[in-house]
């Protein structure tokens, strides 16, 4: 009986409801009238709604998802401000200095409304970035890259364009590790200019990466390109290794690893950095391995010499071992090992035997021994770093949101 019952009710439900509710909706269906959002660079962004009814408009919600690398999606609400009516029309700002987003940003959003009667309206999903509007910003794509400038010709752009998939054939011919995902690249025409894109900037940002979001912001005057593709280069190592490592466990890199496959994706070695190696290989004044695990140090030289070392120690990885091995280092951090364990199971030894094996190769390679003349050589290189703007801002000033 019962199962003879049950397709009969169901009947009566599909033939009633269409009439039912198509009535209500006549009475209290709400209308979106209008969807917009303002871009008020760097500072906020603004999403406003228009929506109308035949009783009080009662809740507004918005709710939006911002574009990044999770495990997870992240759905956030907002409850803009209004005064319940028929035709209401609301706003909400989101202030960049509470939680800034990187330009270039990309945010989906939709609106939920409510009326007295308890109707619902959502809205589509609509999808915006967070743009620079204050240029007239000019694109070139290839790939997973995506440049974007204002300033320069499309030589400029070519150029800054091709330092890029160099700098990717190179990490992926020396280490195995290749850009799983797109990266959006913005070349203010100026270190100034990129300052004043930012909330909080610092004194010294020539360059900036989000890796989570995949962006990465320089500062490159069109008379720096050769040090504009050095900066881009080394940045997009970083996106490279954090993709390759991203993880749910926050697979920690150590510095030397990070910066030394960010320094080779650069490509050719600096002079003056080779110089500071040899004079400190020389004098017995190297740091060890395990020093530059943590954040180098801020005095300049020590700096310096910090980078030099995280690139000798990376090619020296690579050259004795192999870029299948770089790749099992790099899969065993992102799996969560710490960075002995990820050596010693990689390379059959941990990072104060590498201290070790390294500066005997460090030592052959240089011929650095007591009595090598560092002042003799250092004339010209240290007027080569004092010469160049950016250089000094780029290897100390870089790390931020690298590291
Ligand atoms: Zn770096």
Known sequence: MIRHMLPFLGLIILIASPISITAQQQTDQITLVESATETVFPSSL?????????????????????????????????????????????????????????????????????????????????????????????????????LFWYRGNQSFASELLAACSQALDRLYADTGARLERPVRIYIYASPQDLRAAMIFPREWTGGVAFPEFGIIAIGVPVNQLNWGKKAIAHELGHMVIHQVTFSPFGASLPVWLNEGLAMHAEGERDVSLDLLLRKAAAEGRLFSVRSLSSPFSARPEDAY???????????????????????????????????????????????????????????????????????????????????????SLYYLGLPIGVR
Not at 47 to 60: P, W
Not at 350 to 365: E, F, G, H, P, T
Not at 376 to 384: I, L, S
């Open 46 to 146: 603004v999403f406003k709604v228009k929506v109308q009814s035949q009783t009080d408009i009662t809740k507004i919600r918005l709710q939006y998802e911002v574009e990044r690398m999770n495990y997870a999606p992240v759905i956030s609400e907002a409850w803009p401000d209004f005064i319940p009516s028929p035709k209401v029309e609301a706003r909400w700002s989101w202030d960049m200095r509470k939680a800034a987003l990187p330009m270039g940003a990309t945010i989906h959003y939709w609106w939920i409304i409510e009326n007295q009667k308890g109707v619902n309206l959502i809205t589509d999903k609509y999808t915006l970035q967070f743009q620079d509007t204050r240029y007239s910003w000019q694109n070139l794509t290839e790939g997973q890259i995506s």
């Open 305 to 391: 010499l910090s980078y030099a070392q995280s690139q000798s120690l990376v090619e020296f990885l690579i050259q004795s071992y192999g870029k299948d091995k770089m790749l099992e280092l790099l899969h065993l951090l992102k799996e969560g090992s710490s960075v002995d364990e990820a050596l010693f199971s990689v390379y059959g030894f941990d990072q104060s035997v590498l201290d070790r094996l390294w500066k005997a190769y460090i030592m052959s390679k240089t011929g650095a021994a007591p009595g090598f003349k560092y002042e003799e050589q250092k004339t010209d290189h240290r007027t080569k770093i004092a010469a160049q703007p950016y250089g």
